[in-house]
């Protein structure tokens, strides 16, 4: 909830863009009405030259374009902030994502969905920088499970942040391939460059746009 503050500040005083697309109008209004003043009492003897009015015209192109990206900016603010606002519940529960989540002292929960063709399953993990560190065979079943993190020698794989992918055979021949959903909890969220983004517990972190499923903790 540690970014709500800052969304309801923008909603009690105003966005500066939007201040100054308002000023930026209101010089625009006030050009206007002098350009109409200015030609109207122009002496026809000695009309504005062509150079004195493209410069004009420049202005009043300047004055337009502020006025616009100023009504756009606005908008982006406004945009965000409600973006924000929407995802602020999501912190404290847990979402469902097939980036790399972390791994410390309690099992994850994995979605599975293998091929319906499979007649056999291996769930392949992998550690941060994408090397494969485990194979497990598993079930051709679809649904939830409990990954325990345990290598072949039942011993448990260092805390860290691991990604999982699913091989789906049939007759010996791998044939499809898929990211698991693991689910982790929300710590925090906050705006990116490529839109609102929610950081994980333990690290790693996820655009909403790309989250799967979302639940209260277990």
Do not use: C, H
């Not at 009690?12 to 201040?19: I, W």
């Not at 003043?37 to 337009?64: I, R, Y």
């Not at 410390?104 to 392949?124: F, H, Y």
């Amino acid at each position: 909830m540690g970014n709500m503050p800052a969304t309801n500040a923008t909603a009690a005083f105003g966005s500066p863009a939007s201040a100054a697309g308002a000023a930026a109008s209101a010089n625009f209004d006030t050009f206007l009405k002098m350009l109409t003043t200015q030609l109207k009492s122009q002496d026809p003897l000695n009309p504005m030259e062509g150079s004195d009015f493209a410069v004009q015209l420049a202005t009043f192109s300047g004055v337009e374009q502020q006025a616009q990206t100023n009504k756009l900016l606005e908008m982006m603010i406004m945009q965000t902030g409600s973006s924000l606002g929407q995802v602020a519940d999501w912190i404290g529960k847990e979402v469902r994502t097939a980036r790399p989540v972390w791994f410390g002292d309690k099992p994850l929960t994995l979605d599975i969905a293998p091929d319906s063709r499979a007649d056999s399953v291996t769930l392949v993990t992998l550690n941060e920088s994408g090397r494969e560190v485990l194979r497990e065979e598993i079930g051709t079943g679809e649904g939830q499970i409990d990954w325990l993190g345990r290598d072949d020698m039942g011993q448990k794989l260092a805390d860290g942040r691991y990604s999982f992918v699913i091989e789906s055979s049939r007759a010996g021949e791998v044939i499809a391939k898929a990211p698991v959903g693991a689910y982790v909890r929300v710590a925090e969220a906050e705006v990116g460059p490529m839109g609102i983004e929610l950081i994980f517990q333990g690290g790693g972190s996820a655009l909403a746009r790309e989250i799967e499923a979302l639940r209260d903790p277990g």
